[in-house]
């Protein structure tokens, strides 16, 4: 009755494996260890390491269980060929974007947001450089030419009480721009300046009058038009 009992415990199968793990344990190996006539002693011995045998067999088997199912998890949770997966801080970013637009429609959108930013940054340059040129009495037109003004920072200081003072700041220094404009522009001073450069209209009865005669071929009048038609050419 015991071998019986002992074949079909180490019977091997998926759930009960022998304990060498390698094939069944005979009968004839266990009536071996007994001996002829078993005593209680060897009985028992047999018996406890049968229960240890158990025991771990026990062990095995629920640690295969449990990974059996870590790797059906696993699986589960396998992203698909060519996919990715994310964290939770990512998805929500996507989230956010896609909540935007479509990426064409985002794209043209940040393209027209970039050149309205550069056509304001143009006008503001623009407007600062005319109040620059204001302050000094130069032409804006001329001054937004010459040489470096690109990367110039120029800036105006309000004076209280009289005009506002233009400043060229290079290297945390401050430079007043018509003794800037002197040492770096000097050639183009004369464009530069609203006053002291203009060209006039030329007095065209000044040969009449050379030549004696007392009357002068046009009016003063026809003079002046002729004078002011000209000075706006400049």
Same mark, same amino acid.
């Given at each position: 009755m015991l071998i019986q009992f002992l074949r079909n415990l180490y019977?091997?199968?998926?759930?009960?494996?022998?304990?060498?793990?390698?094939?069944?344990?005979?009968?004839?190996?266990?009536?071996a260890q007994l001996g002829a006539a078993p005593d209680e002693q060897a009985l028992m =011995?047999?018996?406890?390491?049968?229960?240890?045998?158990?025991? $771990?067999?026990?062990?095995? =088997?629920?640690? =295969?269980?449990?990974?059996?199912?870590?790797?059906? $998890?696993?699986?589960?949770k396998q992203a698909p060929e060519g996919s990715r997966v994310i964290t939770a801080e990512e998805a929500k970013s996507l989230e956010a974007y896609a909540a935007l637009g479509k990426p064409d429609a985002l794209k043209q959108a940040l393209e027209q947001s970039a050149g309205a930013a550069a056509e304001l940054a143009k006008l503001k340059r623009e407007?600062?450089?005319?109040?620059?040129?204001?302050?000094?009495?130069?032409?804006a037109s001329v001054l937004g030419k010459l040489p470096g003004i690109d990367t110039l920072q120029i800036e105006v200081r309000p004076v209280k009480d009289g005009k506002p003072q233009a400043v060229v700041v290079k290297d945390g220094a401050e430079t007043a721009l018509e003794d800037y404009a002197k040492d770096a522009w000097a050639d183009f001073l004369p464009a530069l300046q609203k006053t002291g450069g203009e =060209?006039?209209?030329?007095?065209?009865?000044?040969?009449?009058?050379?030549?004696?005669?007392?009357?002068?071929?046009?009016? $003063?009048?026809?003079?002046?038009?002729?004078a002011d038609r000209y000075r706006h050419t400049f």
């Open positions: 019977e091997e199968d998926d759930d009960h494996p022998s304990p060498e793990g390698n094939g069944k344990v005979r009968a004839s190996d266990l009536r =011995r047999l018996l406890e390491k049968h229960a240890e045998v158990l025991t $771990d067999n026990a062990a095995l =088997r629920a640690a =295969r269980r449990q990974l059996r199912t870590e790797l059906t $998890d696993l699986k589960g407007r600062q450089l005319t109040e620059a040129a204001d302050a000094v009495g130069y032409k =060209r006039h209209a030329p007095d065209i009865n000044a040969g009449a009058r050379g030549n004696g005669n007392s009357a002068p071929i046009i009016t $003063d009048d026809e003079r002046q038009r002729i």
